[in-house]
């Protein structure tokens, strides 16, 4: 990926707000694809729930309720103390069902 013309529409591209609003969206698949090593499968054996029917508010909610401790689980409230609320958001947003 050495093309000149890519990397220059490229640099053009993240000084605009759309490109703003497509980082935010990759950084969340970044992120949200640590979760997915559990959450993503279809092995029901493995009772972690897949979060793809999960609204994006209930993943931020239970997220949260995880951080402070007000929801007791085994792995969870250890994950959810490494990320901010923003990044919380941006996971849920690329897990989730949005609108919900
Ligand atoms: C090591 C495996 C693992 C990883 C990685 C993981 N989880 Fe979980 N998750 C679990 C388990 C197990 C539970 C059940 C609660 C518990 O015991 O911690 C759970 C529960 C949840 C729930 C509640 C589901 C429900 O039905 O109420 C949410 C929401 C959730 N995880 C979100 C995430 C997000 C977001 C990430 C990534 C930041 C993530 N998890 C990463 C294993 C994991």
């Known amino acids: 990926m050495k ?30 694809d640590t979760c997915l090593a559990c959450h993503g499968g279809t ?11 999960y609204p994006s508010s209930m993943i931020i909610s239970q997220m949260k309720a995880f951080r402070d401790g007000s929801r007791p689980a085994t792995v969870m409230t250890r994950h959810a103390k490494g990320y901010s609320d923003e990044e919380v958001a941006l996971i849920a947003k690329y897990l989730g069902v949005q609108g919900q």
Not at 47 to 52: G, W
């Open 3 to 32: 093309n000149p013309r890519y990397l220059i529409s490229l640099g053009i591209l993240s000084m605009s707000l759309f490109s703003f609003s497509a980082q935010a969206v990759e950084r969340g698949q970044l992120m949200a």
């Open 43 to 53: 092995n029901s054996e493995a009772m972690i729930p897949n979060l793809s029917q």
